[in-house]
């Protein structure tokens, strides 16, 4: 897609882009009174404003020419040359072969009247940054539009971060509580199943932004911090940053969006927004391997649904079962009772009427916790975790043990604090399960913590210590927790 592909917007379009909310009357009636933020329009015309590529085409045909360059190569020339060629013409741009380095080849591009040469490369797309384009026309066009922008708006981009909309929420503080109402309804109310579809459409029309600031005012929301997962994304259409209300410049890969809640701003934006992810539903695509606060925030839930649900279901029927979490169920019927709460989240039936091993039950506990993509006891507090295990008095370990506890994020306390709670009750068991606290350390070690590093030799080097930790936590919950 070209920059002149967006000339035929009027200027009045800029407050209809992609990314900003629909207009009053399309909203719900609830949120009548909602009043967008301002978007700015100032690098929507400068974009505009931009030099359009105007390629320099070869008279002659040039042997050993590279299949993936058009008639704008010219072969092997010197600067000197290329710059002839270009004749000061704004925008105008050739490739060449390096007359010093033959096989290396370079785009000559024409701008503020001097002759730019960058180094070009070619995998299957043109690239001479970050930025990988299907052609060198939409390669030079989108590097125009970039130096043009970064050239008359060095300054103004240097300070757009300083007045974000971000955390400017007024225009949306009448709305906030109408749509929280809607979005998170109290546990004890019912909620309607005759919801209209106006009123579900209208709904997902709210954008991001909006969404956010009623959430975070919803009593019913669990407030786990969660950064957001931004990554870099290719707008089409205008579109403006959720962040500091800009303009997104560009043909591609024009800013970043947060594939759990969809905030879309610029890359340069994304690295002061506050750690206030609020995922959204939609975007989350299962639950096993899914980022355990993103779950459970997404779910309004305190800890995985997969927790809870599975240790309901092991306490009202397998606590004195023999074995309890050593013994392994049926590979093939864990994997059922893992796509189940994939495909059917909390409606998954787990009953005894489905699987009367509870080995299973234990066995898809178990699995969630191995696919954890950042286990219950995080990376980053790991090692910490395996030096208070190594400290030798007892009191100070169980101090040191605290210590590191409060360190985890609070989504990953919360379910560690409620699964050393349900492995107590297992061990008050042991008479019939044969499990104690050792025996459920040896089991869960390694289920619950992981070297940062893929280390086979760290692995088994810290098994003791792994077992040592889940240990002390089943035997001294109500002091730890």
């Known amino acids: 897609?070209?920059?002149?592909?967006?000339?035929?917007?009027?200027?009045?379009?800029?407050?209809?882009?992609?990314?900003?909310?629909?207009?009053?009357?399309?909203?719900?009636?609830?949120?009548?009174?909602?009043?967008?933020?301002?978007?700015?329009?100032?690098?929507?015309?400068?974009?505009?404003?931009?030099?359009?590529?105007?390629r320099i085409i070869c008279p002659r045909e040039v042997e050993n020419r590279p299949k993936y360059y058009g008639r704008e190569f010219h072969g092997i020339i010197s600067r000197e040359q290329a710059d002839e060629l270009l004749g000061g013409v704004e925008?105008?741009?050739?490739?060449?072969?390096?007359?010093?380095?033959?096989?290396?080849?370079?785009?000559?591009?024409?701008?503020?009247?001097q002759t730019l040469n960058y180094r070009l490369f070619h995998d299957g797309k043109h690239f001479v940054g970050e930025k990988r384009f299907e052609s060198i026309h939409d390669l030079v066009t989108d590097g125009l539009i970039t130096l043009y922008i970064e050239t008359k708006a060095a300054e103004y981009i240097s300070k757009m971060t300083t007045n974000p909309i971000y955390e400017h929420i007024g225009y949306a503080t009448l709305l906030r509580e109408k749509v929280s109402r809607r979005l998170s309804r109290s546990k004890n109310e019912p909620r309607k199943t005759n919801v209209t579809h106006e009123e579900h459409t209208a709904v997902e029309k709210i954008s991001s932004l909006v969404r956010r600031a009623a959430l975070t005012h919803n009593d019913n929301h669990f407030n786990y911090e969660k950064t957001h997962n931004f990554k870099v994304h290719t707008f089409r259409g205008p579109h403006w940053c959720e962040y500091c209300a800009n303009f997104m410049w560009g043909l591609i890969a024009q800013g970043v969006r947060c594939s759990d809640c969809g905030l879309n701003v610029h890359k340069q934006c994304s690295k002061h927004v506050p750690n206030d992810c609020q995922p959204d539903l939609k975007r989350i695509k299962k639950v096993y391997c899914c980022d355990l606060t993103t779950l459970v925030k997404a779910h309004n839930t305190q800890?995985?649904?997969?927790?809870?649900?599975?240790?309901?279901?092991?306490?009202?029927?397998g606590l004195k079962s023999e074995g309890l979490y050593r013994v392994s169920g049926f590979t093939e019927h864990i994997e059922d009772v893992k796509m189940a709460f994939d495909r059917d989240g909390e409606k998954a039936d787990i009953s005894a009427n489905?699987?009367?091993?509870?080995?299973?039950?234990?066995?898809?506990?178990?699995?969630?916790?191995?696919?954890?993509?950042?286990?219950?006891?995080?990376?980053?507090?790991?090692?910490?975790?395996?030096?208070?295990?190594?400290?030798?008095?007892?009191?100070?370990?169980?101090?040191?043990?605290?210590?590191v506890l409060m360190l985890l994020p609070p989504a990953h306390y919360e379910t560690l604090r409620y699964l050393m709670i349900h492995l107590k009750k297992v061990t008050m068991n042991e008479k019939d399960n044969f499990m104690n606290a050792e025996n459920?350390?040896?089991?869960?070690?390694?289920?619950?913590?992981?070297?940062?590093?893929d280390s086979t030799l760290t692995t088994l080097h810290d098994m003791r210590y792994q077992k040592l930790i889940v240990q002390i936590l089943i035997e001294n919950e109500d002091v730890l927790f």
């Not at 407050?15 to 009174?33: H, I, V």
């Not at 007359?99 to 009247?113: D, K, S």
Request: contains cysteine; proline residues 9%.
């Open 440 to 453: 459920l350390g040896i089991v869960f070690g390694p289920t619950l913590m992981r070297p940062p590093e």
């Open 303 to 317: 800890r995985p649904m997969v927790v809870d649900i599975c240790i309901r279901e092991i306490e009202a029927r």
């Open 91 to 113: 925008g105008a741009y050739i490739l060449r072969e390096s007359q010093r380095q033959p096989g290396c080849y370079t785009l000559a591009l024409r701008f503020g009247n």
């Open 354 to 403: 489905v699987y009367p091993d509870i080995n299973i039950i234990t066995g898809a506990l178990k699995l969630y916790f191995r696919d954890l993509p950042i286990p219950v006891i995080t990376y980053d507090t790991y090692s910490k975790f395996i030096d208070a295990a190594k400290i030798s008095n007892a009191d100070e370990r169980l101090e040191a043990v605290h210590e």
């Open 1 to 54: 897609m070209a920059a002149s592909s967006n000339s035929s917007l009027s200027g009045s379009s800029v407050s209809s882009g992609c990314s900003e909310p629909r207009s009053q009357s399309e909203l719900p009636k609830y949120a009548e009174e909602y009043q967008p933020p301002i978007w700015k329009s100032y690098l929507y015309q400068l974009q505009q404003e931009a030099p359009r590529p105007k």
